[in-house]
């Protein structure tokens, strides 16, 4: 059985950072591209970022290029989302899913895989 367990979020003041993990099993991880979307109270799921399959390309939505990085470790089945400079802006659930496609991609139809998601807060 297919299962994302993303960790790491928490309460963090403005200007400050967290680093997002999402742990997979049940799953050939390492021909997935993987993404991170977010969705703050009373908004549409939006995309973050994404990680194509060996790590070589990743993607990034507009309002984090320059402050979140994606990385992944295929041998630990896990993607991690390194979150600096971060705004109240920024606080939201954040999703890790799994795509059937081997490109980054920020397509919310190409994943067929989410966690649970985590919260990260962002105090002004």
């Known amino acids: 059985q297919a299962q994302l367990v993303e960790s790491g979020g928490g309460l963090v003041q403005a200007g400050g950072s967290l680093r997002l993990s999402c742990a997979a099993s049940?799953?050939?991880?390492?021909?997935?591209?993987v993404g991170w979307f977010r969705q703050a109270s009373g908004k549409e799921r939006e995309f973050v970022a994404a990680i194509s399959w060996s790590g070589g390309t990743s993607h990034y939505a507009d309002s984090v290029t320059g402050r979140f990085t994606i990385s992944r470790d295929n041998a630990k089945n896990t993607v991690y989302l390194q979150m600096n400079s971060l705004k109240p802006e920024d606080t939201a659930v954040y999703y890790c899913?799994?795509?059937?496609?081997?490109?980054?991609?920020?397509?919310?139809?190409?994943?067929?895989?989410w966690g649970q998601g985590t919260q990260v807060t962002v105090s002004s």
């Open positions: 899913a799994a795509a059937s496609v081997l490109w980054a991609t920020s397509r919310r139809n190409d994943y067929n895989y």
């Open positions: 049940g799953l050939t991880f390492s021909i997935s591209a």
